[in-house]
């Protein structure tokens, strides 16, 4: 612990990350008695750097763009891989592991080696890797690299360490998997045709042994020849030539025939008797035409080919083979045939890969199916095959993260207790029914809940206007409660009025959030520039809306420049300022309304979150760029790009509506240019010409612009885009921060430590602005400033704090920060009564500017002079529908966290901490002197900025927009992590960036997953504890027992040992030229996984320890028995003797 003292008048700070910054106010006043001065300041800080480590914890939601799948029937674990070499493991609710390869290649196949804890992952560039699953964090522990041939197809057969490697020129080759390094044993592709042959028979697209004979090996090549070598001889046991391209076979389970699908929709079955033709062929899908031709239809990619101890009938099943219509095809098929019953069940999205999931591991036994696992490209589901409607089973995955698009996120840790039971209880009623209700297959792994667990909520908005909260607690992620934004608003109908363009496309897309967890308020911004107040009731209700009207328009005859004295200037007496007075929506003018209708009738809202105030920008409507909202005020404040708006939501009405410039009054730092005449009219001829429809139109482009990156699945043109606006300037290849901004806030925002060029304003050529570059200056001073920018509001925050300078006693105030990086403070007057809080209009008071910064202002934040953190005030929740007591009044139940005199320090005030794109300063209140300052980033700009708590304590921790991931220490802004852990930044990782209190964040790593980090060293110290374990030792289950006649005449012919055939004794050695070694990253980590690996195997040794004891146990008890029945037999047959003992024969 450090404590320090921070002198302002030009002493030089005790604190190695200070920097002393004089006061611009400092003469302007001086502090009353009850104030503290800069001497009165001590504080103790607790963390060091020693208490960050950064890392990711967990991944959630759906894989993006998944290329293969595989299962474990024994471990019961699933592996999905991606296109960016990407891996998730999964097993029971809790057991969710994702793993990356360092190359990026993408996943072309997965092979579990079955009950060993390890997998074989196949990448596009060629590559083999060994991946151990015995620890709770996977790791490769070898590689092999081809050099010479491409890979098409691998197959691992049941208890074999021998993988089975196609390629693209049609051979095969063998891998050994506990070494890693290819047999000399080689099935080259113009052995395995005939000689006869002159065409090249394709790639491998199929290896399978034989059900019947492991040394009898089955090759599929694409073009439609299938070959069985005989492994032990190296020669060719049948040869099928078929016309059509083959893309899967399956075997029988008896090995005498297998199944193959072509990619005319066609079935074929072929008997090992005769291989001359097929056994049948069938078209599932395909009908007879009047001509006697059958229709074409689509190929068939999947099949698989499985029998039921229940029914005579196999199971066939497989992906495609739909005919081809008109329309352009049917969707995505996914057809289960089981007898003479055909059950097509159509996706919505196009199938990846399914996997029929079998209870055993035998290919030689009869399978007895219950699920088949379908991969999509946006889905994941699970069909049961033991019910006869085939029903899906409930995936208890958070895999519909991106159901609709995800535009904003929020974080919540530490929540009240009693949120999560109730979200839970209050989602549970929408859930969906007609599951199966057999439990989730995929039951693999062990997972237990960690020791430091605390509730913690995460919400996501959504481009079609949906909010959904999810339970966070112990980095696992389940759906708690969904709210749809959208049943506020009248549907649009075809061809009503101008808007028609803007709200065929998102017009409920969610923008940003605000929740307060202890007063259960939630409001909710959409891209239409509307703010949507819920309470949160558990019963239902029947009530209206209120809808509020605001117009925020900015005066396009205005323009900045910056004053002489722009970093340092002297503000005039806030008292000057006159007082401002409550704006009023003013009169709609026919082409003045809101984009969207809110519903004028009486609605039944179901228990949970329900609307009770929509407030809409009118004429034109610019995007919200801030919001705060406070339940112990009844107050609510959004600002945009023109001005900012302050709405009593208790009394329904507005209380101030004033644009940026106004809100400075006499004491702006900036000087107001006007515009030339001829500029002015040539401006406004245009804008007349155009005419209104036009602008509205030209705005909503812009505001749809802040999420549009967000909501595609591709992000190849997020690359292309910034590959673009690349600038010398940037670090690390990122945007230049006008060009990032614009996408990020739909807006033109400027600080004022940018040089931009002074050009005539032009609405049409905004949208290309937007994908062009833009030139900057790293310097802080300016030589001028857009005319054509507008100075947003950036940041709102309500609190308690004071208002004027040397004020003696806090009171109610709001906290503004702009985009030129002034701070600007209005004190609020709100009745102290309960009574009167309903019927006295609420005051807000002159404006005064107390700071600036360099960069848009990000986030505020208040200290007591200990340095704990002030939460703002907040209403006790009570339910605004429940039954009232008769003998009670319903009075509001306040917390407020004022900053009252400190018991330690013994006085008064507060600190406030700024942040902005740039720097960050500690503000002390009601002096207004600045404590500290530092400048956190020059090359780069921060992307958000929070105040968080971590260790019993509170620092600020920042995300830049070059990557970097950096915490100060509070109040003294010492740098205490500083971490390049993005190489480079996109718009949708920029956009839903989001720290949280326990040394926590997130951001949308893909359209459809969300990552989790941490930067507390502690919490990473406790991670292993609390992810979940992959491998669990479990006995191999035994093979059936074959009856005798059976065995004689249909079993194997011989043993079959394959190390005997590829083995280097037999085989030699591979050509090095072939393929490479790679050995696993030697290190700390791989130090960790054999231990995990050497606790699995005492695990695993110890289980058979005491299942070897058993077993003795229990021959001895059979021992026993054999030996008390043979001396009971040995007994009668003496007495038997002994009474024949004396007869004769012919007596007997």
Known sequence: MKKFRKVLDGLSSSSPGGVASPSCGSAAGTPTAHAPTPLDIHVQETLVSENFHLCKTVRHGFPYQPTCLAFDPVQK????????GGIRILGRPGVDCYSQHESGAAVLQLQFLINEGALVTACADDTLHLWNLRQRRPAILHSLKFNRERITFCHLPFQSKWLYVGTERGNTHIVNIESFVLSGYVIMWNKAIELATKTHPGPVVHLSDSPKDEGKLLIGFESGTV??????AKKVDFRIYYDEAIHSVSWHHEGKQFMCSHSDGSLTVWNLRNTSRPIQVTYPHGKILKDGRKESCKPILKVEYKTSRNSSEPFIIFSGGLSYDKAGGRRPTLTIMHGKAITVLEMDHPIVEFLVLCDTPYSNEVQDPYAVVVLLEKDFIVVDLTQSNFPIFENPYPMDIHESPVTCTAYFAQCPPDIIPILYSIGAKQKKTGYSHKEWPVSGGTWTLGSQTYPEIIVTGHADGTVKFWDASAITLQMLYKLKTSKVFEKPKAGEGRTTEVLDEDPYAVQMVSWCPHSRL???VGISAHVILYRFSKHDAN????????????????AVSPSENENNPCFSDPSSHSPLQPGSPGSATPDSVPGLRVKSRALRMPPGYQAELVVQLVCPPQQITSLDINSAYGLLAFGNCNGVAVVDYLQKTILMCVSTLDLYGAADPYQRLTRSPRRNRQSTSDFCMRGLSHFYSDSKKRIRTSYQSLTELSDNQVSIDMERTKSPTSVGGCASRRAMLQQLHGVSMYSHDEHHTTTPYNWSERAESRENSFSRSRSSSVSSIDRDTKEAVTTLQFGESYGRKGEPLPSACLWVGTSLGVVLLLPISIPAEDEDRMEEPVTIGPSSTVLMLKGSVLRFAFLDCGGALIQSPYEVWRDPNGPEDPDRTRRRKLVNFSPWPSHEAGVDGHMAVVCSEKQAKVMLMPSQTVLFAHN????????????????????????????????????SLRPLMDINYLPLTDMRIARTFVFTNGGQALYLSSPTEIQRITYSQEMADNLQDMLGELFTPIETPEAQNKGFLKGFFGGNAQPFDREELFGEAAAGKASRSLAQHIPGPMGLENMKAAAGGVVGDLARARIALDQRGERLGELE???ALMMNSAEIFSTHAHQVMLKHKDKKWYQL
């Open 543 to 558: 009530t209206q809306i209120a809808s509020l009207e605001v117009r925020l328009q900015f005066d396009s005859d205005d």
């Open 1117 to 1119: 008890e059979r021992t």
């Open 522 to 524: 939630f409001c909710v």
């Open 936 to 971: 956190v980033t020059e090359s780069s700009f921060i992307l958000r900025a929070d105040v968080v708590s971590v260790c019993s304590s509170v620092c600020l921790a920042c995300f830049c927009a070059n990557g970097h991931v950096m915490t100060l220490s509070l109040p």
């Open 77 to 84: 674990i699933l592996a999905i891989g991606s296109r960016t």
């Open 227 to 232: 070959v069985q070598w005989d492994l032990r």
